[in-house]
């Protein structure tokens, strides 16, 4: 912005530290974006999981060991709650980010958008459980 | 101290009532920095912020600078934090504040030139880039008559045309005050509210903005943009839905024959 | 101000976020809970619901194969874009260096995934 110099103008910048506490629509939003921390972690573990699973079975064993110590299992029910809260909060933004859904000439309410996703991601959930259980057990 | 009785915005109130208003005043031929003043002010039920804040102007401090004009909500100027929030202090009331203090500050993530004002040039420079009007396929002689338009092609564009320009938008997003080049809410929504509409055909034209590095992928989904729009404008989704439309446009360039646009 | 109109890239990492965000929102807590806590402690789920067998069966087949690496290389983008930007959000001003970290690393997995499914071939 230009403020040309002598005619009394100072305009003054506020500072943006501390946003984030500034109200609890920003400290919701910071909560959600840090599960991003743990996908990653989960990712990790995954991709570890990927490679000893390509180094045959032995390897696999040890990573299914792995898993079994009880600091992975509570590591794993920390990053249940940060996933599980990360998909609440996708379909609660959801409406916010997808174009008008138009379902028999009528417009979809934004909570209407939530609970299909919520219902798809429950839906995937039991399939996934069940194919998993089904095909294996 | 008072100024003659018919100029005055306020009447004094008789309701024996007082609210403690803590305004932050900026007075740069004085104040290094902005500085909260309190004011105890006698309100009555029916009384907005901008009721109080005039209520100040005309009978307990003169030198307070805030701008205002319809008292309706609708010309979109007395945007302000109250209470940290963005609002319009014609359409927040101190009965519903009270009996906290009523904190009043110029709305964030513009600079303050004085008190409650801001220096709003970067928005209105914003608005013009955006032509915020609508561009004619072909030139149209007045001859030929109005343009017809449904009420389904209507509906696309109609909540995004309730912008009033009152900025409040701006002050709820954080990456417009992380990043002030950032093109922002309100004018995304605006240029959003002219590519939907059937009468127009500067969508081309617009799509450098909104592809651009300070376009919509500065846009974290916060959302609060549209929780605070007066006038129910959402402008996250106007945001959002020109991301998929600016990465379709990345893509399709690149299948695209050569000359067909930058 | 004056407008920049240079393009943006972020379309690549944007959709790559949002396809990561998408499907760790669908799939994510099942395969959580699968992984980490059902089979280890035998909860719900058989224990060899995870055996060698079953799950190199799995990663042999293309459809199998495709669902794991989409699930890894995809959470990991996800999760390096939402990074990127919260460090941005918290003023850290993220540098070429953080840039590199937060698109890299996922990079890196995906070749890593690719490698580690293709060695194990498909059927």
């Excluded at chain 1, 045959?56 to 709650?81: E, K, T």
């Excluded at chain 1, 916010?96 to 859904?101: A, D, E, G, Q, Y």
């Excluded at chain 2, 609708?74 to 009965?95: D, H, Y």
């Amino acid at each position: 912005m230009n403020t040309p110099a002598g005619n009394g103008r100072r305009p003054y910048m506020r500072s943006m530290q501390g946003w984030w506490r500034r109200n609890t629509f920003y400290v919701e939003y910071m909560i959600h974006e840090a599960t991003a921390l743990f996908v990653a972690a989960y990712a990790v573990v995954l991709l570890v999981g990927l490679v000893r699973l390509s180094q045959g079975q032995a390897a696999w064993n040890a990573w299914l060991a792995a898993l079994r110590s009880p600091g992975s299992v509570v590591f794993h029910v920390l990053v249940l709650a940060a996933i599980s809260y990360h998909a609440w909060t996708w379909f609660q933004i959801m409406p916010r980010t997808l174009p008008p859904v138009m379902l028999k000439g009528k417009r979809l309410s934004a909570a209407a958008i939530t609970r299909s996703g919520l219902a798809a991601a429950a839906i995937v959930t039991l399939m996934v459980f069940f194919l998993v259980r089904g095909l294996w057990a | 101290m008072a100024r003659p009785e018919m100029q005055q915005d306020t009447e004094m109130p008789d309701s024996g009532k007082t609210i403690v208003m803590d305004v932050l005043r900026y007075r740069p031929e004085q104040d290094d920095r902005p500085v909260l003043q309190s004011y105890e002010v006698p309100f009555s039920d029916d009384m907005s912020v901008l009721q109080g804040l005039q209520y100040i102007k005309d009978y307990l401090d003169g030198s307070l600078s805030f701008r205002w004009s319809c008292r309706m909500a609708i010309c979109g100027s007395c945007g302000m934090m109250i209470n940290g929030r963005p609002q319009l202090a014609c359409k927040t009331f101190l009965r519903d504040i009270y009996p906290e203090h009523v904190r009043v500050e110029a709305l964030a993530h513009f600079p303050i030139e004085r008190d409650l004002v801001i220096v709003m040039d970067d928005f209105i420079e914003k608005l013009e880039s955006i032509k915020p009007y609508i561009i004619e396929k072909q030139p149209r002689p007045l001859a030929e008559g109005e343009y017809l338009q449904t009420p389904a092609e209507r509906d696309l564009y109609e909540q995004f045309s309730s912008c009033i320009n009152c900025m409040l938008c701006y002050a709820a997003c954080p990456q417009y005050g992380l990043n002030p080049k950032f093109l922002g809410p309100g004018i995304i929504a605006l240029l959003h509210r002219y590519n939907l509409d059937s009468r127009d055909a500067g969508a081309e034209q617009r799509k450098p903005l909104v592809n651009s590095e300070d376009g919509v992928y500065n846009c974290t989904a916060v959302g609060f943009c549209s929780e605070v729009c007066p006038k129910l404008v959402d402008p996250a989704n106007a945001v959002n839905v020109n991301k998929m439309e600016a990465a379709k446009d990345y893509f399709l360039r690149l299948v695209r024959p050569r000359g067909g646009g930058k | 101000m004056s407008i920049n109109l240079k393009r943006s890239n972020a379309p690549v990492f944007w959709l790559l976020f949002g396809a990561g965000g998408m499907l760790s929102a669908l799939v994510g807590p099942v395969l959580v809970f699968i992984t980490g806590i059902g089979v280890p402690l035998g909860l719900l789920l058989p224990e060899n619901t995870l055996s060698y067998t079953h799950v190199h069966a799995l990663a042999h087949s293309w459809i199998g194969a495709l669902f794991l690496f989409a699930v890894v290389a995809l959470f990991f983008w996800h999760a390096g874009h939402r990074i990127y930007h919260s460090l941005h959000d918290l003023g850290l001003h993220p540098g070429a260096g953080a840039k590199l970290v937060c698109y890299g690393v996922p990079l890196l997995a995906t070749l890593i995934a690719v490698y580690a499914l293709a060695s194990m071939g498909y059927s």
